[in-house]
């Protein structure tokens, strides 16, 4: 009840309501627009959370999240254009919909499903938090360490088969991390000489380069999308759909929840199995790729599903799933906020006020849904370009107004380039902007550690609870590198084949 009296308190007493509604909005216009998604959405929130409170700037962050997974489907179903990586699935019936003139049906599928499982999600986040925040009587400086290398190598070594590259890029990222005055020491280190490097480089700087003006510049090089109906209107389920469309929305409500709870998966992953799900235990298995209903309601219930969900690893053990979380990691961070087994303990007001607003983010989007599609439709409906230019001004204000430093606008337009070069030789950038959040931790606690046992390397293997994460890690890396060989010598390719390049988007989200 004490939770539940917090996340109240939080609703009525502060523009809380407000913040979730208005970050569900913006979400689904940044779903809604092709090749923003929900990460570079959040990302280009970041600069303007700066100064508010903590609480109601991560539930800003956390609901544009929630709206951008729905969002993502209304291009998918328009104009066969996800707008996230997730919605990739909902390509393949809702646009078959649309082609037979379903297309308001198509649209409240979506919406419904993702309501259902986006909700479902948040009771097991509650429900599954609290208990996970008692292993912090465990937690000590080694096993803090062993956790960020355990996230950190999970997510390189899951870099969609290029691990070589993965790994490469986290190095990167702890390398950047790395600049700036020595915690311990005081020492300077890769400042160069630099006044404007001496305070290190933000996260939220690369991570607008790299997810925002790198993908402007992916965008540029591409044709401009398709147009969309302007008649459109959303039609929810009957009672009858809703019979058909009950199963494959359990499908991807549990799968949605297992991947959420997975340091290192992702709604797109969960949106395939999910859909694939579906299919097996639909009664209409041909009716998929032409226009099933059932293709619709399991991707979207998983989708939803995970933006709740993966709350749960990225507040109590400070391991996202995705560059939305890694996203949403830099906001907690970036507030003085340290996510860990702690969170709970040091911070409940923050936790349950959060929990309240995502609710809140839940149940409106079904009406946010319904009204925010015409000016989504509307936005989608104008020439790329001017889109691109109103985006660029967003980013420029938005980083001056951290510091007012030029050389923040220089640093973010360098993560744009190096983004850029990445994408176009195959290099993911997760691992690279996760490194860059986790650094700071990893290497705190690692010197630490080393303080408590006078130069001891071996206190990360004594303490019971370090141990067993590092050795998590090996298992996890070794087998990724075993299961990548394996394909690799079915396909007769080295282990190191570049991966196929990716937008930003495709990886982000």
């Known amino acids: 009840m004490h939770g ?9 007493t502060t523009p809380a309501i407000f913040y979730a509604l208005f970050g569900v909005a913006w979400g689904i216009v940044g779903g809604a627009l092709p090749g923003l998604s929900a990460s570079i959405s959040m990302a280009l929130l970041l600069p303007l959370t700066f100064g508010m409170d903590p609480t109601m700037a991560i539930i800003l ?7 951008a997974e729905y969002g993502g489907s209304i291009p998918a179903i328009l104009i066969r254009t996800p707008g996230t990586s997730a919605a990739v699935t909902t390509v393949l019936d809702g646009y078959e919909m649309h082609r037979q003139g379903r297309s308001g049906e198509a649209l409240g599928i979506s919406l419904m499903a993702g309501v259902v499982g986006g909700v479902i999600g948040m009771v097991l986040v509650v429900a599954l938090t609290e208990p996970l925040a008692h292993v912090s009587l465990f937690f000590t400086a080694p096993a803090y360490f062993a956790l960020g290398i355990f996230g950190l190598s999970l997510i390189a ?8 590259k993965g790994f490469l890029s986290a190095v990167v990222g702890l390398a950047i991390a790395t600049v700036g005055v020595d915690p311990l020491s005081g020492v300077q280190r890769f400042t160069f000489d630099s006044v404007d ?10 991570m607008m380069g790299m997810f925002a003006i790198t993908e402007l510049m992916v965008q540029a090089s591409q044709k401009n999308w398709a147009k969309a109906s302007v008649r459109t209107r959303i039609v929810l389920p009957s009672l009858k759909l809703w019979r058909r469309i ?4 359990f499908i991807g409500t549990t799968i949605g929840t297992l991947d959420g709870l997975t340091p290192g998966g992702g709604s797109t992953l969960a949106s395939f199995l999910s859909y694939n799900e579906a299919k097996r235990w ?3 298995p041909e009716e998929f790729g032409k226009g099933s209903p059932e293709g619709i309601a399991a991707p979207e219930a998983a989708n939803n599903t995970v933006a709740a969900t993966a709350l749960i690893p990225t507040l109590t053990f400070g391991i996202p799933s995705s560059g939305s979380t890694a996203v949403l990691l830099g906001g907690l961070i970036l507030h003085g906020l340290e996510p860990g087994p702690l969170l709970l303990t040091k911070n409940p007001d923050f936790v349950y006020g959060l929990f309240g607003g995502l609710f809140v983010a839940n149940i409106s989007q079904l009406l946010l849904g319904i009204v925010m599609l015409p000016p989504c439709i509307w936005l989608v409906n104008r020439p790329k370009a001017y889109l691109t230019a109103i985006i ?15 050389a923040d606008m220089w640093i973010v337009l360098g993560a744009g380039v190096i983004g850029y070069a990445m994408r176009t030789l195959g290099f993911p950038i997760l691992p690279l902007v996760l490194a860059l959040v986790l650094g700071g931790i990893v290497e705190r606690n690692y010197r630490r550690s080393i303080d408590l046992s006078y130069g001891d390397p071996m206190i990360f293997l004594q303490d019971p609870v370090s141990a067993g994460l590092l050795g998590l890690t090996v298992f996890f890396v070794a087998l990724s590198i075993f299961l990548r060989l394996r394909k690799n010598a079915r396909e ?3 282990l190191v084949a570049s991966a196929a390049p990716q937008g930003v988007s495709e990886i982000a989200n």
């Open 492 to 494: 007769g390719k080295p």
């Open 61 to 67: 962050l956390a609901s544009t999240y929630v709206g």
């Open 246 to 249: 009950s199963l494959p929305t």
């Open 282 to 284: 639909s009664k209409h």
């Open 157 to 164: 070594a899951l870099s969609d088969g290029a691990i070589i």
């Open 392 to 406: 660029i001004c967003l980013i420029a204000s938005g980083i001056y107004s951290l510091n007012a430093s030029i």
């Open 4 to 12: 539940l009296e917090i996340a109240l308190h939080t609703l009525f």
């Open 197 to 206: 490097l001496m305070g290190g480089i933000e996260p939220i700087l690369i």
